[in-house]
């Protein structure tokens, strides 16, 4: 059923980071793909774009776009989807993927995914954007779950209700980032692994693991802080593992974008992702084919 | 004000208390919840240049850069996602950055630096060859101009720029060999960054040529005695200024 959404193998990959591109290129490590962020190989060439060649010659390539502003309220830039259109036509991704949150407001960037209101409003104004977004680049898209810090008085729709009717609606597929569900969850009190069960998981083309960090807020309670600059704590395995119980096999990246390791070390957060999956794979009946 | 309109303002202003309308699960709206936004907004904008400055960063030390950085960002933000260009007004603003004052040579740093990253990043062409210019029948040499390769920048300084900029490609940086003016050539001839200092002399020469002067204007702009426009131009050619004219578009 994923393969609706992109052709990415059911495995574990990792994000595509400068510092590691000659070692990938030298041990070609078994990985089942790369995940790159569209706007950094946004330049008009150079070694970004070289080396993105040569790895996406022995890898499939994931997509993922970071400055979109999906859930903004203006327009969505035709500028930037041209842009991203302009690189799915160049490296032919398995998959594009984006986030439920916004990042610019009139002229400004501001460089982080931020939260919104799920409102009657908001759902049809994000729909109006999704259309948008997957008949100006062609293919199908994932829409990522978001971490968050706070909650909107007006938001009137459960997140995962939110996310399940836009992709009834638009027919795009989920990206569920498993490191968000423990995030958000502990930020506000939920359940994560009541989310996960109440989770569309047919529409989920692909997940994602990350490390967080740890702070309180001014009550004193647990807030956690989706970081990427960490291996992923064992919570979050475990999440992970009950997860793809529910969905099967399904690729899966390992995200660490800060404090950026070596490939050794990132390359073991993959292995040890692959191993979950491969259990699951192992305990899953052929019929989830 | 929309709900975005006054978060996009509380993230931008510090002075501002956290938008309306928020909550947490214990009911309030919480200011060190929304701080984690304003954090995150500002942290990876100053990280941002941190990558894109790293010898302006090892010049004045990290504390410093960082407080420098976060004075930038407060007054410029992105207005693009594509943050590869984010930082071009950053010489500019270090020049008139009262604490920096002293620093004569820091601008001019971040000049580099920034054209550095353009040259990386820059459109892939083929640099025009000496074998280009053998072609060129020699009568008509001084009507001849070149185009720009995507990827060339000139910037002059009247610090060792080139010098300081070598220096700090090794931890700890080698010892600064001159205290010289000096104005550095990039390039991208193929894949790789090139810095090139000029011999002094040859600057005007190449500034007039890159900016699409011919070969006998832009000599005649300089009249310095050691100046030789044969290897003046040999010496561009070289580097990679120029861009081929078979791919010309």
Known sequence: MAHRYNTLPASAGVGLKPEHYREILADRPALGFFEVHAENYMGAGGPPHRYLEAIAEHYPLSLHGVGLSIGGEGPLDPTHLARLRHLIDTYRPASFSEHLAWSSHGSEYLNDLLPLPYTAESLDRICGHVDTVQSALGVPMLLENPSTYVLFEDSTIDEIEFLAAIAERTGCGLLLDVNNVMVSSVNHGWDPVAYIDRFPVDRVGELHLAGYDETQDSAGARLLIDAHGSAVRPDVFRLFEHTLARTGPRPTLVEWDNDIPDFPTLLNEARLAQQVVDRVADATPKAAE | ?249
């Open chain 2, 1 to 249: 004000m929309s709900t975005f309109e006054s978060f996009a303002a509380a993230i931008a202003n510090p002075d501002l208390p956290p938008p309306r309308g928020l909550s947490s699960v214990a009911g309030a709206n919480d200011p060190l919840r929304f701080a984690v936004y304003r954090n995150n907004v500002h942290v990876s904008l100053v990280s941002a240049l941190l990558k894109g400055f790293p010898v302006v960063a090892a010049l004045v030390g990290e504390p410093f850069f960082k407080a420098m950085a976060r004075a930038y960002v407060a007054e410029n933000r992105p207005r693009s996602p594509v943050l590869l260009h984010y930082g071009d007004g950053f010489a500019a603003f270090i020049a008139s950055f009262p604490p920096a004052q002293k620093l004569a040579y820091l601008p001019d740093v971040a000049r580099l630096e920034y054209a550095w990253r353009q040259a990386y990043h820059a459109a892939d062409r083929p640099p025009l060859t000496l074998a280009h210019l053998s072609g060129i029948p020699s009568e008509t040499l001084p009507e001849q101009s070149f185009a720009p390769h995507p990827a060339a920048a000139l910037i002059a300084s009247s610090s060792p720029i080139g010098a300081i900029w070598s220096a700090h490609q090794q931890t700890p940086p080698a010892p600064l060999d001159t205290g010289a003016a000096q104005s550095v050539l990039v390039t991208r001839p193929h894949h790789e960054v090139r810095l090139t200092v000029l011999p002094p002399h040859d600057y005007a020469f190449a500034r007039a040529l890159l900016d699409g002067a011919s070969i006998g204007d832009a000599a005649a702009r300089n009249e310095a005695p050691e100046f030789d426009p044969g290897t003046a131009l040999v010496g561009l050619i070289g580097a990679g200024a120029f861009a081929s004219p078979e791919t010309a578009q």
